[in-house]
């Protein structure tokens, strides 16, 4: 079974400055992974997710993850934080072939001060 | 648009009542999934299932119960039993082609 580590459980950073997200998986062959944000008292919503088809991967409000395979790493980052950013972000695995695709680890709390 | 509808919003149940969260999909989606998140907390797993008159139980199933006896439909029964059960509750749904998860908004639960 693939699994993931989310390097930090709290990250601060102002407004305008980058923002980076450490996920690490552990697998013996490539994964899937998903990044998923969570904004207070709301639901999960799908940022981007990596299938094998290219090593950089683009999502929503400018997003972006690299997918390093000789780090076993996908971070999650963005150039310029903005104060809607602040949330909560899943990195999460897919286990294909299971019926539980996904399993939630507890995530990294992001806080964008102004 | 397709989405899901997760209803109520907040709810709050009195000690020894149960509670019935609703949740409802229109994309088509085969298999849907009950989450329980507390405070700092990842999501667990309550219940899932991957067709309708299926279901199977999750991480942390005791004192929950659910029914799928429609695609769309997938209820979530809090009952007495559930000696702790003010937390937020998520539902999911998904092709079965591991396409990842749609999100509802969620469902406040508070025991007043």
């Known amino acids: 079974a693939q699994s993931v580590t989310q390097l930090d459980s709290h990250v601060s950073v102002s407004e305008g400055t980058p923002v980076l997200l450490r996920c690490n998986y552990s697998?013996?062959?490539?994964?899937?992974l998903f990044w998923y944000v969570q904004h207070p008292n709301k639901g999960l919503q799908l940022l981007l997710k990596y299938t094998s088809a290219a090593t950089l991967v683009k999502g929503i409000n400018g997003f972006e993850a690299e997918f390093k395979k000789s780090e076993t790493s996908f971070h999650l980052t963005k150039p310029s934080a903005h104060m809607s950013d602040a949330a909560e972000y899943f990195c999460v695995p897919l286990q294909a072939g299971s019926a539980r695709q996904l399993t939630f680890g507890s995530g990294t709390q992001l806080t964008v001060l102004p | 648009d397709g989405g899901i509808t997760q209803s109520p919003k907040y709810l709050f149940r009195k000690e020894g009542q149960n509670v019935t969260l609703s949740c409802e999909q229109n994309l088509n989606h085969d298999a849907m999934y009950w989450y329980r998140q507390d405070p700092g907390q990842g999501l667990r797993l309550i219940y899932y299932s991957q067709i309708v008159n299926d279901f199977q139980k999750g991480d942390i199933a005791e004192g929950y119960s659910v029914s799928r006896e429609k695609k769309e439909s997938f209820p979530l029964t809090v009952t007495s039993a559930q000696k702790n059960p003010t937390a937020f509750y998520l539902c999911?749904?998904?092709?079965?082609?591991?396409?990842?998860?749609?999100f509802g908004s969620g469902t406040r639960l508070t025991v007043v």
């Open positions: 697998s013996s062959y490539s994964p899937s």
């Open positions: 999911a749904s998904t092709q079965q082609k591991n396409y990842g998860y749609t």
